[in-house]
């Protein structure tokens, strides 16, 4: 019993590790906009802090995905989550010193979002690892991974609106820092030391260049990879501008307020927790692809249909409370293909730039959505947002490379490929949040 328990402990403490990191930057996602918002008065400058922290998160989050490989992900999460603590807390230490100006201010976000993004990376990719250890499916693992994320978007928001309600701004960025310190203690207390890190022998062989071209060679290799990226990618820009600029904006033309918008978004949010717990238990025994369709048709275009007709509330909450609850199904199932199909030694590189990819819309998608509600209105928007959701999941799915999705199920991750001796990209390799 001893040994059973030791050899879960690495997915407990990397799930623990992933439930106060990601709670801690939900909840600055809450404190840092009203911080700026209420010292400033300034919305533009409330944009450009949030544009600081974001811009940095995907750029380094890209680039440091050789780094990952090389040094290992324990150790770079580790000092991700001190990075964080300690530029967010230099935030509330200057502020109460009155010493914060708001180029200050822009470099320390700058900071935080630059640490966040290898940071989280590097927890993403110990998960095969710590799913092995433990004799845990990688469906299940990923959908526990799931659970945490989705806790992390309900509890986070909540409790940083709640203490900024009561104490301020200032007391609920202690909170991320609080989080981030002790996300740092779990890393080093729950996991074993060189925890996804290969042997020295076998990094000093490849420059950063080569590993990050591997990368870009191994996902060319890869269709069904890159067919998961792109779909991501435009139902992430599509979900963007649903909350980013049609749900506010239905909020007031419908003259239901942003209570429903939140109402909506807390159903949804704990029913997609309820979605990744049934995920993590039954995932393992089902047939992954028409699951998947089923569920990201269930998730995404009704929650764009159901307001753009005239439906009583009771009927919205319900479209809501199901597209959650299918979306529970999707990261669980998109982690353990990933995972199944990419060699442990590449997963930083790789997965930093899939990730990257698929969220490369995201910015643009409040730019669409504004500029296509100004031009058309907002419900033929919302209808036509429904319908390209519906036909990128659907259309998609009859491409031949997603016959693969279960090919490799419960093999684990594929043998290392041999190194390359040249580091031209053009190299095919060997035979995805939302994040693919």
Same mark, same amino acid.
């Given at each position: 019993?001893?040994?059973?328990?030791?050899?879960?402990?690495?997915?407990?403490?990397?799930?623990a590790?992933?439930? #106060?990191?990601?709670?801690?930057?939900r909840?600055?996602?809450?404190?840092?906009?009203?911080?700026?918002?209420?010292?400033?008065?300034?919305?533009?400058?409330?944009?450009?802090?949030?544009?600081?922290?974001?811009?940095?998160?995907?750029?380094?989050?890209?680039?440091?995905?050789?780094?990952?490989?090389?040094v290992?992900?324990?150790? !770079?999460?580790?000092v991700?989550?001190?990075?964080?603590?300690?530029?967010?807390?230099? #935030?509330?230490?200057?502020?109460?010193?009155?010493?914060?100006?708001?180029?200050?201010?822009?470099?320390?976000?700058?900071?935080?979002?630059?640490?966040?993004?290898?940071?989280?990376?590097?927890?993403?990719?110990m998960?095969?690892?710590?799913?092995?250890?433990?004799?845990?499916?990688?469906?299940?693992?990923?959908?526990?991974?799931?659970?945490?994320?989705?806790?992390?978007?309900?509890?986070g928001?909540?409790?940083?609106g709640?203490?900024?309600?009561?104490?301020?701004?200032?007391?609920?960025?202690? !909170?991320?820092?609080?989080?981030?310190?002790?996300?740092?203690? #779990?890393v080093?207390?729950?996991?074993?030391?060189?925890?996804?890190?290969?042997?020295?022998?076998?990094?000093?062989?490849?420059?950063?260049?080569?590993?990050?071209?591997?990368?870009?060679?191994?996902?060319? *290799?890869?269709?069904?990879?890159?067919?998961?990226?792109?779909?991501?990618?435009?139902?992430?820009?599509?979900?963007?501008?649903?909350s980013?600029?049609?749900?506010?904006?239905?909020?007031?033309?419908?003259?239901?307020?942003?209570?429903?918008?939140?109402? @909506?978004?807390?159903?949804?949010?704990?029913?997609?927790?309820?979605?990744?717990?049934?995920?993590a238990?039954?995932?393992?025994?089902?047939?992954?692809?028409?699951?998947?369709?089923?569920?990201?048709?269930?998730?995404?275009?009704?929650?764009?249909?159901?307001?753009? #007709?005239?439906?009583?509330?009771?009927?919205?909450?319900?479209?809501?409370?199901?597209?959650?609850?299918?979306g529970?199904?999707? @990261?669980? !199932?998109?982690?353990? !293909?990933?995972?199944?199909?990419?060699p442990?030694?590449?997963?930083?590189?790789? @997965?930093?730039?899939?990730?990257s990819?698929?969220?490369?819309?995201?910015?643009?998608?409040g730019?669409?959505?504004?500029?296509?509600?100004?031009?058309? *209105?907002?419900a033929?928007?919302?209808?036509?947002? *429904?319908?390209?959701y519906?036909?990128?999941?659907?259309?998609?799915?009859?491409?031949?490379?997603?016959?693969?999705?279960d090919?490799?199920?419960g093999?684990?991750?594929?043998?290392?490929?041999?190194?390359?001796?040249?580091?031209?990209?053009?190299?095919?390799?060997?035979?995805?949040?939302?994040?693919?």
């Amino acid at each position: 019993m001893t040994g059973s328990r030791g050899s879960l402990r690495p997915m407990a403490g990397l799930l623990a590790a992933m439930t #106060v990191s990601l709670t801690g930057t939900r909840v600055s996602a809450i404190a840092l906009p009203w911080f700026v918002l209420t010292t400033t008065g300034s919305p533009a400058q409330t944009g450009v802090v949030a544009f600081a922290e974001m811009a940095p998160y995907v750029l380094v989050k890209a680039l440091t995905g050789p780094l990952v490989d090389r040094v290992g992900p324990r150790r !770079i999460s580790w000092v991700g989550d001190v990075v964080s603590a300690a530029a967010a807390g230099a #935030v509330v230490l200057l502020h109460a010193l009155d010493l914060l100006p708001l180029g200050a201010l822009i470099a320390l976000v700058a900071v935080v979002g630059a640490a966040r993004g290898p940071g989280d990376l590097a927890k993403e990719i110990m998960v095969p690892e710590a799913a092995e250890q433990g004799r845990v499916p990688l469906e299940r693992a990923t959908g526990l991974m799931g659970v945490t994320e989705r806790l992390a978007q309900t509890v986070g928001p909540a409790a940083g609106g709640a203490v900024v309600a009561l104490l301020g701004p200032l007391a609920s960025l202690g !909170i991320s820092v609080a989080c981030f310190a002790l996300g740092s203690v #779990v890393v080093a207390w729950a996991l074993p030391r060189g925890m996804g890190h290969r042997a020295p022998a076998q990094q000093d062989k490849e420059g950063y260049w080569q590993r990050f071209g591997q990368g870009f060679a191994f996902l060319r *290799g890869e269709p069904l990879l890159l067919s998961v990226i792109v779909m991501v990618g435009v139902t992430n820009l599509l979900d963007a501008a649903f909350s980013q600029v049609l749900a506010p904006v239905w909020a007031k033309e419908s003259g239901h307020g942003p209570a429903m918008v939140g109402l @909506n978004s807390s159903v949804m949010g704990l029913t997609a927790v309820g979605g990744s717990l049934v995920a993590a238990a039954v995932a393992h025994r089902m047939r992954r692809r028409p699951v998947f369709f089923v569920a990201f048709l269930l998730a995404g275009p009704s929650r764009f249909l159901i307001l753009a #007709v005239d439906a009583p509330v009771w009927a919205m909450v319900a479209v809501f409370a199901v597209g959650g609850f299918a979306g529970g199904f999707l @990261n669980p !199932i998109l982690g353990a !293909i990933s995972y199944e199909r990419v060699p442990r030694r590449l997963l930083g590189r790789v @997965n930093a730039l899939k990730d990257s990819l698929a969220w490369a819309g995201i910015p643009l998608g409040g730019l669409v959505g504004g500029v296509a509600v100004a031009a058309a *209105g907002l419900a033929p928007v919302l209808l036509a947002g *429904g319908a390209a959701y519906a036909l990128t999941t659907s259309l998609t799915g009859l491409r031949p490379e997603w016959r693969e999705m279960d090919r490799l199920r419960g093999q684990g991750p594929p043998a290392v490929p041999a190194p390359r001796e040249c580091t031209d990209t053009t190299d095919v390799g060997n035979a995805d949040q939302r994040s693919p």
